[in-house]
């Protein structure tokens, strides 16, 4: 039995389905199990990371976990052994290499050392940019045939949450992957402004990029994310390094796929932005 964290999300989604896929049995961590329109033969369990007693039912049972951070790790990985786990496979960030003092960096490698000392198996999986974070654009998309954000011209190899999860499933369904650290990414920069155009491509309409400012895009993201977070996530979109930038053959090593483009995450999403 495999316990999926954030099983409605964009990783835990894909993840889940691909163990199903392949016949392996798996749990779905929710807070909400009645809201989670999860398929009939999907186990769904109640459970909070923030109360790790309330795990328990959770991981009764359970061989391996797909965690992400949640600010508890410790209390959560502790509750994880007393209950038999051997594997844990964490949802981490290129951040932590890239960028440790940022508040992103710090958060994720608290959340590794806390995997870490708990004893078990543990393997690490650290992407940089999501290709579905362009997921934010679908409201402009609806309005009109423009996109607008800062940094029109600078790529960054955007991930396939499917790929992420292809090595999550690898890693937690196969030997000789403990103690690895995977950094993930697509297989090429993709800007902006082609993103843009993928999208358009995927839907058959003819979008626009519109480059906005990075200060209007700071005052509109300050709405619904805390400063910190909104400065960390400007500075690495306007200013990557050159770790942030390179292609990584990483799934491909992994998994034996080489990794999606940012087109095919269009095609396979077109329904978000109609």
């Known amino acids: 039995m495999i316990l999926v964290a954030g099983a409605t999300g964009n990783v835990g989604g894909e993840l889940l389905r691909q163990l199903r896929a392949e016949g392996v049995p ?8 009645g809201r989670a329109a999860l398929p009939a033969d999907v186990d769904v369990v109640g459970g909070d990371f ?3 007693e309330s795990l328990v039912k959770a991981f009764s049972g359970v ?9 508890n790790e410790t209390a959560v990985v ?4 007393r209950a038999g786990v051997r594997r844990i496979v964490l949802l981490s960030s290129v951040a932590v290499e890239t960028r440790p003092e940022s508040l992103i960096g710090r958060v994720h490698r ?3 050392r806390a995997v870490e000392e708990s004893g078990l198996e543990w393997t690490f999986l650290r992407p940089g940019q999501f290709a579905s974070n362009t997921r934010a654009w679908a409201p402009q998309i609806a309005e009109g045939d423009v996109v607008r954000t800062p940094f029109a011209r600078v790529g960054l190899p955007a991930i396939h949450p499917g790929d992420i999860a292809a090595v999550a499933r690898t890693a937690l369904t196969r030997e000789g992957h403990a103690g690895a650290v995977y950094p993930l990414s697509g297989p090429r920069p993709i800007t902006p402004v082609e993103q843009v155009a993928a999208i ?11 480059e906005i400012t990075p200060e209007r895009a700071e005052k509109e993201m300050s709405a619904y994310m ?7 996530t400007l500075d690495f979109l306007g200013r990557p390094t050159e770790t942030e930038v390179r292609a990584l053959p990483t799934v491909e090593t992994v998994t034996g796929k080489p990794a999606r483009t940012f087109a095919q995450w269009a095609r396979d999403n077109a329904g978000l932005f109609r």
Do not use: D, Q, Y
């Not at 502790?78 to 052994?81: C, D, F, K």
């Not at 805390?226 to 960390?232: D, K, L, N, R």
């Open 78 to 81: 502790e509750e994880a052994a």
């Open 26 to 33: 798996v749990r779905a961590l929710t807070r909400n199990p």
């Open 226 to 232: 805390p400063a910190e977070i909104v400065a960390a």
């Open 50 to 52: 923030a109360t790790p």
């Open 63 to 71: 061989e391996a976990c797909f965690l992400m951070m949640s600010g």
């Open 200 to 210: 358009g491509e995927a839907i058959g309409r003819k979008l626009r990029h519109e």
């Open 110 to 112: 608290e959340a590794e």
